[in-house]
């Protein structure tokens, strides 16, 4: 099944969620649509997929044909607004930068929408809103106009200014249980989908093929000191076999397998360890992770094996 399908799927398992979008799709938006929790995937497909191509299209149908349709396959259409993954800035006052909230308001709002009758603005990490970005941002959702709607992502609305969220309206998403990821991913490897903690947010069958491939190999370096020096040789070969996952990626995965493998209880400091690896992986600092992992399976060989 491809990532598009388990989507679709997991759509399905939310019934209220499924509720809702079908009333989204057949009613005009709000001004601010807020959609918090987990499954970033999952939003941003609705938001995209469902919501813009409907209110987008020409016919209001996400009808697939139109002109508003086509360039929304190409994701070209010059009425959806999507704010990439950083940080988001206010902007330069005289010049601001693309994706700033200065560059939406001067460049983008000051317009009517130029193909369709509304406009979708999409903010996928409203939790990176900057104290001065969120203020500004505030100000156009208080003077909202009525072409222009806005969409949210948050994994809490505790990120967000209670002013904002009060003049929006919030959709929850929530995580799934064990049971609905194995009927949605059909694996039925708990252990596997207990890794990922409820969320698709990740290239699900790439993924579990890494985890079929790491997780014997660090039940064997649990057993013997031999094959644990083997392991941390190996793990440069393991990173680059799976480029899908990025660095932090890979050590939060790494880390997840190691603590399911882990007898926490002949040592209860060593998640103590994993916590502190894992702490500045995150740091993301160039050179950091040779040092930090080299740490990491020290602490494991001396409680483990002494």
């Given at each position: 099944?491809?990532?598009?399908?388990?989507?679709?799927?997991?759509?399905?398992?939310?019934?209220?969620?499924?509720?809702?979008?079908d009333?989204?799709?057949?009613?005009?938006?709000?001004?601010?649509?807020?959609?918090?929790?987990?499954?970033?995937?999952?939003?941003?497909?609705i938001?995209?997929?469902i919501?813009?191509?409907?209110?987008?299209?020409?016919?209001?149908?996400?009808?697939?044909?139109?002109?508003?349709?086509?360039?929304?396959?190409?994701?070209?259409?010059?009425?959806?607004?999507?704010?990439?993954?950083?940080?988001?800035?206010?902007?330069?006052?005289?010049?601001?930068?693309?994706?700033?909230?200065?560059?939406l308001?001067?460049?983008v709002?000051?317009?009517?929408?130029?193909?369709?009758?509304?406009?979708?603005?999409?903010?996928?990490?409203?939790?990176?809103?900057?104290?001065?970005?969120e203020?500004?941002?505030?100000?156009?959702?208080?003077?909202?106009l009525?072409?222009?709607?806005?969409?949210?992502?948050?994994?809490?609305?505790?990120?967000?200014?209670?002013?904002?969220?009060?003049?929006?309206?919030?959709?929850?998403?929530?995580?799934?249980?064990?049971?609905?990821?194995?009927?949605?991913?059909?694996?039925?490897?708990y252990?596997?989908?207990?890794?990922?903690?409820?969320?698709?947010?990740?290239?699900?069958?790439?993924?579990?093929?890494?985890?079929?491939?790491?997780?014997?190999?660090?039940?064997?370096?649990l057993?013997?000191?031999?094959?644990?020096?083997?392991?941390?040789?190996?793990?440069?070969?393991?990173m680059?076999?799976?480029?899908?996952?990025?660095e932090?990626?890979?050590?939060?995965?790494?880390?997840?397998?190691?603590?399911?493998?882990?007898?926490?209880?002949?040592?209860?400091?060593?998640?103590?360890?994993?916590?502190?690896?894992?702490?500045?992986?995150?740091?993301?600092?160039?050179?950091?992770?040779?040092?930090?992992?080299?740490?990491?399976?020290?602490?494991?060989y001396?409680?483990?094996?002494?």
């Amino acid at each position: 099944m491809d990532e598009v399908g388990i989507i679709k799927k997991s759509i399905n398992e939310q019934k209220i969620l499924k509720k809702i979008i079908d009333f989204y799709t057949k009613n005009p938006l709000p001004n601010v649509l807020i959609f918090s929790g987990a499954n970033r995937k999952l939003k941003l497909y609705i938001a995209t997929e469902i919501i813009a191509k409907t209110h987008l299209c020409l016919n209001k149908k996400g009808c697939g044909e139109c002109r508003s349709c086509l360039l929304m396959k190409k994701i070209e259409h010059p009425d959806l607004i999507l704010f990439p993954e950083d940080k988001i800035k206010i902007g330069d006052p005289e010049d601001p930068e693309e994706y700033s909230i200065r560059w939406l308001q001067k460049s983008v709002l000051a317009y009517k929408p130029i193909i369709s009758d509304v406009r979708i603005i999409i903010i996928p990490s409203a939790e990176m809103l900057g104290n001065e970005a969120e203020i500004a941002l505030l100000k156009t959702l208080e003077e909202p106009l009525s072409e222009s709607k806005f969409i949210l992502f948050t994994p809490s609305l505790h990120y967000l200014s209670d002013t904002i969220v009060s003049r929006s309206i919030v959709i929850a998403i929530q995580n799934f249980s064990l049971d609905q990821m194995k009927k949605i991913t059909e694996i039925s490897d708990y252990s596997f989908l207990e890794i990922l903690g409820g969320t698709l947010d990740y290239s699900i069958y790439e993924l579990f093929e890494f985890y079929q491939k790491i997780k014997p190999r660090i039940q064997a370096a649990l057993e013997h000191p031999l094959e644990l020096l083997n392991l941390e040789e190996e793990i440069e070969k393991f990173m680059k076999d799976n480029a899908f996952l990025s660095e932090t990626q890979f050590w939060e995965f790494f880390s997840l397998i190691l603590m399911q493998t882990l007898n926490i209880k002949k040592d209860p400091s060593l998640l103590n360890d994993i916590f502190i690896f894992l702490g500045g992986i995150r740091m993301e600092q160039p050179g950091l992770s040779s040092y930090l992992t080299s740490r990491l399976f020290f602490q494991l060989y001396k409680k483990i094996y002494f």
